[in-house]
């Protein structure tokens, strides 16, 4: 059944069943970009059309990660730094845009500061979406695009509907319409020596290779250095029976070459879920395990925790998740060594039919639902974590068309668009400064593992990388990364799936980001229409004015 809201100046015509739409701006995919960029182009007097696969708008700003990382506060503006004022009052909380993030108890300065319930968010974009004007239409799968020459003209949806417009926007995490319309793309992890890089292709970092004697964690949960109980790498045997390689990898471990550092490899950062739980009894439902749930499955997990013993941990529930207050007794749980991501699983998903997508979640949460019940339940896990874990429920008041679980799988990484400008090491390291810039990035270098393999005989996560970016500042996003290269679509923006480097996407990558460069798209989206230009040809110079006018950061220190 299609979802509509408010579409009716939008129905041209209808024929067998399905509706022709028609508009001047389409944005797929309901992200917080996806607001942000609908928002944008409503408040400048455009017909907008907001299309969203799913059921729900805000993307995993609504669907989990309630504790927002950012990087620095003061590279944010615009919709996304009103959007998270807005939010933060509906707690009293009022932030402050005009100063860094402090460390605190030795953990990075890197946000967390706007947490918040799910439902509060996806509330508020509901809001901001309904108070622009803009029209939205859920459920909206997409099949097929058609092309006349270089232009879109229409996105063809599974249900035979058709949505018409003049310009369109991808703000998918996945670059779904990037894609169909035959715009250049990448799900390479490129070589180093691609673009001179130091942290893409295979890559083993330094600080996660496995090993014994890890330091003790103070009260907050890190060691000395600030890295986390959470991240904790142990010299695990792989194989079934130990010592034994011809009795096969253990559940969780993928098979595969360890391969050459640098080289370029596939694969994308491992997804799981950033799940909201409760320690309100009168607010908790339990997490049920999965139909299929076997404790063997975690037999790695349980050798993982003989390993922290024999260290002298006094483990506790953050060994397998860092977690962090939410109000109402709420907390935003996100991964660990041992967490939520499934590494290996994510990577099919980016190309994968919407069907399969819905299985490869399927799999994401069974696997976080049996971990949760093994914490809880096995006499393998120490004491204080199966009773630490035992305090924690779904909350009845989110998700609740979902049963309380998630409604958005976290897609850290998939397509990339290949353009004109690729952004790379050289940019989010402070070492070239990309032209014409939209917006500004500012967090570390945040991959997460690509794949759980054997290495020298021992179980290693490839591909991990969680470092700063050398001490540079905040750095411009250029204008050429949001859109594809001349000749391939003249009236499509990418705002998330942008033209980067794998590394270089993984500061880009916050949610924060893709709201900024989803409006910048929006804004150019508008000129482009008054001009009747190609998105290649608009004029930056007033692109940049009406951006400075609208709050947009631009450059740094901000009003340079």
């Known amino acids: 059944m299609m ?56 993307g995993m700003t609504s669907g989990g990660l309630s504790a927002v990382d950012i990087g620095d506060p003061r590279s944010v503006g615009g919709i996304a730094r009103e959007y998270f004022t807005r939010l933060a009052a509906t707690t009293g909380v009022k932030l402050a845009w005009d100063k860094p993030f402090e460390s605190k108890a030795g953990g990075p300065a890197t946000g967390g500061a706007y947490a918040i319930e799910p439902h509060r968010a996806e509330g508020l974009f509901d809001d901001m979406a309904r108070e622009a004007g803009v029209q939205v239409r859920l459920g909206a799968r997409l099949a097929a695009v058609n092309k006349d020459g270089a232009r879109l003209t229409e996105l063809v949806l599974e249900d035979g509907d058709i949505i018409r417009a003049r310009v369109f926007l991808d703000t998918t995490y996945e670059g779904d319409l990037m894609a169909k319309a035959g715009v250049t793309h990448t799900l390479e992890r490129e070589g180093n020596a691609r673009y001179g890089e130091s942290y893409n292709g295979i890559h083993y970092a330094g600080k996660y290779q496995p090993r014994t004697g890890h330091l003790m964690p103070g009260v907050n949960g890190r060691v000395p250095g600030g890295q986390g109980v959470w991240d904790r ?165 989110e998700f609740t068309d979902n049963g309380g679980w998630p409604h958005q799988i976290y897609v850290r990484e998939a397509r990339r668009m290949v353009s004109a400008l690729v952004l790379t090491e050289d940019h989010t390291f402070g070492r070239e400064s990309a032209p014409k810039s939209v917006g500004l990035g500012s967090y570390g270098t945040d991959i997460h593992e690509i794949r759980r393999i054997v290495r020298d005989g021992i179980v290693v996560r490839e591909g991990k990388v969680a470092g700063g970016r050398g001490g540079a500042p905040p750095y411009a996003i250029g204008y050429d990364a949001l859109v594809p290269r001349r000749g391939e679509c003249d009236n499509l923006f990418v705002t998330f799936a942008l033209s980067a480097s794998h590394s270089a996407f993984a500061s880009l990558r ?43 950061v631009l450059e740094w220190p901000p009003g340079r």
């Open 3 to 58: 979802m509509f809201r408010r579409l009716l100046p939008f129905l041209l015509s209808s024929a067998a069943g399905a509706a022709v739409l028609e508009t001047e701006i389409c944005v797929f995919g309901g992200t917080s970009g996806g607001v942000a960029a609908a928002v944008q182009a409503a408040r400048m007097g455009r017909r907008v059309l907001l299309a969203e696969p799913g059921r729900h708008l805000g």
């Open 233 to 397: 790498d142990f010299p695990l045997d792989p194989y079934r029976v130990k010592g034994d390689p011809a009795s096969g990898l253990l559940p969780l471990v993928q098979a595969g070459d360890p391969g050459k550092p640098g080289d370029p490899a596939p694969g994308v950062q491992a997804y799981c879920y950033r799940l909201c739980l409760t320690t309100d009894p009168a607010n908790s439902r339990p997490i049920a395990p999965p139909p299929d749930y076997d404790p063997a499955q975690y037999e790695l997990v349980a050798r993982f925790i003989e390993a922290c013993l024999a260290n002298g941990d006094a483990m506790d529930l953050r060994w397998f998740s860092k977690h962090d207050p939410l109000p109402n007794q709420k907390w935003d749980f996100n991964t660990a060594t041992f967490g939520g991501n499934l590494p290996g699983a994510s990577h099919a998903w980016p190309e994968a039919s919407y069907a399969e997508r819905e299985k490869i979640a399927r799999a994401h949460e069974h696997y976080h639902r049996g971990l949760l019940h093994f914490l809880a339940t096995d006499p393998r896990v120490p004491a204080k974590v199966r009773a630490d874990v035992a305090r924690f429920g779904l909350p009845k008041d």
């Open 510 to 552: 916050m949610e924060p980001v893709l709201m900024v460069t989803s409006q910048s798209a929006a804004t150019a989206a508008v000129l482009s229409l008054a001009d009747g230009r190609a998105v290649h040809d608009v004029d930056y110079a007033a692109l940049r004015e009406r951006l400075r006018a609208d709050g947009q």
